[in-house]
């Protein structure tokens, strides 16, 4: 329900920031034709006017939305990617600046070839303070009405082992939602808590008899669970309403589903988004549309690293790997081929100094040129633009028996790159925290991200490895 309220939130954010946007297009056209017209060449002359050309009300109409969706696509809706209000007011400048040139783009395609440099200017300006405004007149909001108390959801907290103190970290790193815990109730008290300690569990009516009491969280214990009855009991007595926290919810994917066979609930612990048939067909239409735009695009680049590996070394210019992919499937992963002829093709653990590099290897590793083949292996289907790395059966078989949860990611395709990568988890680095940043990705999958992890990929220095050249 929490994140359900989010996104509605966001949508009506979203929407906000439209219309504004597109009334700062309006204000920058009245503006410049009424009163800073001579400040520009041609004076009054036949620069366009908004009001009397309906593809230029089009193209602020269209420019704002596409801003919109740049905030999106940047996480500037999202509370948990982006806290600080300056990180996000920074991001909406940048952003706007790259909206200003999308905005003279369409003015081309529309052939508006005389549209007023001024214009430009005030919209940008304009467009900036009216959504960096909104969020300072927000959050002075806010703050007002938490310092009055009002806004304001008062929780009983009734545990006081490892799922109460992860509820009340999830509450310090979430405080926008505006929940205060007015106390616990446990068989003792744990100093590390941080919130007023109540008494133990038979204190719960009496509590509950207080009118200041929104919601009860129950965050009992696998030992304790013979008291839920007793709870929840008292909590309908009273009116109360009642949020679990599961004492397994470290093995819960970060948006559980529940299906119902008639009176038993079944909750899908290993449900992904690719489980949804529209989602897994929208994420191999761009996997498909994504590949063939790079083959054609990177196709000078491979052709000169191609004739690069056949002068280095003797040996094929393709490196053919066995690697796992979906549902555990094996198939046969592109590389240009980087090192030397070995034996430990099958099973080598490549290193930053690895003596198997050849001088012009190193060279293409650096800069990931030799991954560039894998894209002929998403558009066959083995492999995403976007998802968990591949691993080599060998490596698979070993890291399966001691990573807990290690081939959740083989549920789905494995990719070019991947969240993991992205936070410098690529090569030689700690395998079970790249797991964790491979599960991550696999649960809260969306569009916006595949989107954000490729632009991060190219535009953000990822694929530019730390390996030293030989």
């Known amino acids: 329900m929490l994140e359900k309220n989010q996104r509605y939130k966001s ?4 929407l906000l920031d ?8 309006l204000l920058a056209n009245y503006l410049r034709f009424n009163y800073v017209r001579f400040f520009e060449p041609g004076g009054a002359g036949p620069a366009l006017d908004v009001a009397r050309d309906p593809r230029n009300m089009a193209a602020g109409a269209v420019t704002s939305l596409l801003l919109v969706l740049g905030y999106w696509v940047a996480g500037i809706y999202s509370n948990s990617r982006l806290r600080g209000l300056s990180e996000r007011c920074t991001r909406i400048a940048v952003i706007n600046g790259g909206g200003i040139l999308v905005f003279v783009f369409i003015l081309y395609l529309m052939h508006l070839d005389d549209y007023s440099r001024v214009v430009l ?5 304009l467009g900036t303070a009216a959504v960096v405004t909104k969020r300072l007149i927000r959050r002075w909001y806010d703050r007002a009405r938490r310092r009055r108390g ?11 082992g490892k799922s109460a103190a992860l509820y009340l970290r999830a509450l310090e790193h979430n405080p926008y939602y505006g929940f205060v815990v007015d106390g616990y109730l446990a068989p003792m008290e744990e100093p590390g808590l941080g919130v007023p300690y109540l008494g133990d569990y038979a204190r719960l009516d009496t509590c509950l008899e207080s009118p200041a009491i929104d919601e009860v969280v129950v965050a009992l214990e696998a030992e304790e669970i013979s008291l839920l009855p007793r709870t929840f009991a008292a909590c309908d007595k009273h009116g109360t309403r009642i949020t679990m926290v599961p004492f397994y919810s470290d093995y819960l994917p970060a948006r559980p589903t529940i299906d119902v066979l008639d009176e038993c609930k079944l909750i899908n612990v290993r449900q992904t988004p690719f489980d949804n048939l529209l989602n897994a067909a929208l ?3 761009l996997d498909i549309v994504g590949s063939l735009i790079l083959i054609v695009l990177t196709s000078p680049v491979m052709l000169a690293t191609a004739i690069g590996v056949k002068l280095s070394s003797p040996g094929p210019v393709i490196f053919k790997q066995e690697r796992i992919g979906l549902n555990k499937r094996p198939f046969m992963m592109y590389k240009f081929r980087s090192m030397r002829v070995n034996a430990k093709e099958e099973t080598g653990w490549s290193t930053e100094r690895d003596p198997r590099k050849t001088r012009f290897g190193s060279l293409i590793r650096k800069f990931s040129l030799d991954e560039l083949p894998q894209f002929f292996n998403v558009l066959k289907g083995d492999m995403s633009l976007v998802g968990p790395r591949p691993e080599v059966p060998y490596h698979v078989e070993h890291f399966k028996e001691e990573i807990p949860r290690y081939l959740v990611r083989q549920q789905v395709r494995p990719g070019c790159t991947g969240w993991a990568q992205i936070h410098g988890l690529r090569g030689d680095t700690d395998i079970a925290e790249r797991i964790r940043y491979d599960i991550w990705y696999i649960e809260n999958w969306t569009v916006a991200l595949d989107i954000k992890i490729i632009f991060r990929t190219v535009f953000g220095g990822k694929m530019i490895n730390n390996e030293k050249l030989q």
């Open 11 to 14: 949508i009506v954010s979203a």
């Open 283 to 285: 994420k191999r239409t």
């Open 18 to 25: 439209a219309a504004l946007l597109f009334a700062a297009f």
């Open 150 to 160: 009002l806004g304001l959801r008062h929780i009983l907290l009734v545990g006081g």
């Open 121 to 125: 200017g005030l919209f940008y300006g």
